[in-house]
Nanobody
Framework: QVQLVESGGGLVQAGGSLRLSCVAP????????MGWYRRAPGKQRELVAA???????VYADSVKGRFTISRDNAKNTLYLQMNSLKPEDTAVYSC?????????????WGQGTQVTVSS
């Protein structure tokens, strides 16, 4: 079972910044559509930002102008730069990679990293 590995979460004060990273296997990274999701306590998981293998990025309205998703295909790493953090950004953040390889669809997830923003 392929699993992605996230890092970079932690505790930060409101207004601060964090950068999350997600490493995926090199065999799929460059061909995968990648995304960051989050799940806050008592809420459903929501898409934060997405970046296809080629093309424009997508952001949730709540993070536009504050978060930036990017990918480094040479390092097989997905990033989420989070600035101007708010207490409502507190959640477990997970990365996702999905696509099709040799005609077989796949959808892999990481275990998640906790982000806590204090007021």
């Amino acid at each position: 079972q392929v699993q992605l590995v996230e890092s970079g979460g932690g505790l930060v004060q409101a207004g601060g910044s964090l950068r999350l990273s997600c490493v995926a296997p090199g065999s799929i990274f460059s061909i995968s559509a990648m995304g960051w999701y989050r799940r806050a306590p008592g809420k459903q998981r929501e898409l934060v930002a997405a970046i296809p293998s080629g093309g424009s990025t997508v952001y949730a309205d709540s993070v536009k102008g504050r978060f930036t998703i990017s990918r480094d295909n040479a390092k097989n790493t997905l990033y989420l730069q989070m600035n101007s953090l708010k207490p409502e950004d507190t959640a477990v953040y997970s990365c996702d990679a999905h696509g099709t390889l040799w005609g077989v669809s796949y959808d892999y997830w990481g275990q998640g990293t906790q982000v806590t923003v204090s007021s």
